[in-house]
């Protein structure tokens, strides 16, 4: 077995493409891990992972919470970002430090200098979750990029195009890669096939954690009349 074997088709550090302006980095968040884990802990504390249920009244497989000064939630009156966490009322937890550090490493070394996120949603998957074919548009600055960093049990990632009915490629994404995507391929469809049942990870056990670091903007609607 060789070292690509390994890291599944590529050595870490050098960047896989998955569009023209999508890169995956593998195990570009290994050496955050040990600050990760505890600061994961201390935003649970304030604000649990749960299940949020759609505008259309599934419940999510996937848990999700928050943190930064925008949220991402779901309810029966839609999807948003939120100030508040709605469970508590209270502002999401501050976005720790080494969070602004990884996103903004990241982002810059996939070419996009200066990203300074206001949201992370963190997603936590256990075996059977999934998330469904979908685009990310609740953002206001579709410019921005998205950094994705993936914990724990491997995970197969959809990636489609522009439309819906468009070809999925799937991916592995393994403990510590992280993908950031801007430009054109901000808007394509992606997605999440259900996490499989695997050995458990030394750290994180069965689950998945992703971090999905926004720049969510200010949630504000402006009517324009001709
Ligand atoms: C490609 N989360 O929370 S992260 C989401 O693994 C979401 O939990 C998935 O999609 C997860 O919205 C995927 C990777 C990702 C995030 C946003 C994207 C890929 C993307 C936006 C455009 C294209
Ligand atoms: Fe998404």
Known sequence: MTTLDLFGGSEPGEPERLGSQAVILRRFAT????????????????????????PGGFTMSVALTNCGHLGWITDRRGYRYSELDPQSGQPWPNMPAVFQRLARD????????GFEP?????????PGARMSLHQDRNEID????IVSVSLGATATFLFGGQERSDKVVR????HGDVVVWGGEDRMRFH????????PPHPLLGRQRINFTFRKAGVAYTCAHSP
């Open 31 to 54: 050496p955050y891990v040990p600050e990760l884990l505890p600061a994961i802990s201390g935003i649970e504390a304030h604000s649990p992972f749960r299940h949020m249920v759609t």
């Open 106 to 113: 990241a982002a810059a070394e996939a070419g996009f200098v």
């Open 118 to 126: 206001d949201a992370c949603l963190i997603n936590r998957y256990l």
């Open 142 to 145: 579709f410019t921005a990029p």
């Open 171 to 174: 991916t592995p994404l393994y």
């Open 191 to 198: 997605g999440v096939a259900p996490l499989k049942d695997q």
